[in-house]
């Protein structure tokens, strides 16, 4: 389906940009979301007469964009989850969580808002993008850890995976006796009575 965009579309195009992309896509989102317009000749009339207006209003929404990313840009949001030793999460952080905690330290960010490339689903340290606007991104940190004293080990830099597996030397050690026979109980264990026997 053609289509006349509205608003600059990451990957697709920007305002006024005649484009041609699959049907669903443009019945299910842009249209509806008021993103873009059937590509006819009556809508082409309609944006041209309108286009100043549209770039007037998209300038506006960038420019507040730009002012809000300073009170979201470089953001670290600390968030607590259970996980096994290998650091692998029971379940794994959302787009809900991350708005939450960002909402929670006075960012005015949206779930749409937030570009997660990939589930998190292990402990550590990531960086997430927030984009603000079509023109304006920033990015935040998210700290995800067992505990807070972890989440404040991670933030200085440290794996506490590698670091406690580093102090680790293993559980229980054999003697190693290179001339025993495969399956001799070692003499200093056999008790007293079967010693002599």
Known sequence: ?????????????????????????????????????????????????????IEAENAARREEAKGEAGTVEGKEVVLIRASSNSGQLYGSVSVRDIVDA????GAKVSKSMIVLERPIKT??????RVSLHPEVSVNVKVNV???????????KGVDVIDAMFEGDTGGFTED??????????????????????
């Open 1 to 53: 389906m053609q289509i006349i965009l509205l608003e600059r579309i990451e990957k697709l195009g920007f305002i006024g940009d005649e484009v041609s992309v699959k049907d669903g896509y443009a019945r299910n989102f842009l249209l509806p979301n008021k993103k873009a317009l059937r590509a006819n000749d009556a809508n082409r009339k309609v944006f041209e007469a309108n286009r100043a207006r």
């Open 102 to 105: 960002l909402v929670a330290t």
């Open 123 to 128: 402990i550590g340290v990531f960086d997430v």
């Open 145 to 155: 850890a067992r505990s807070p004293d972890e989440a404040e080990l991670q933030s």
């Open 176 to 197: 190693y006796d290179p001339n025993a026979e495969p399956g001799e109980i070692p003499a200093d264990l056999l008790e007293e009575g079967e010693a002599q026997a």
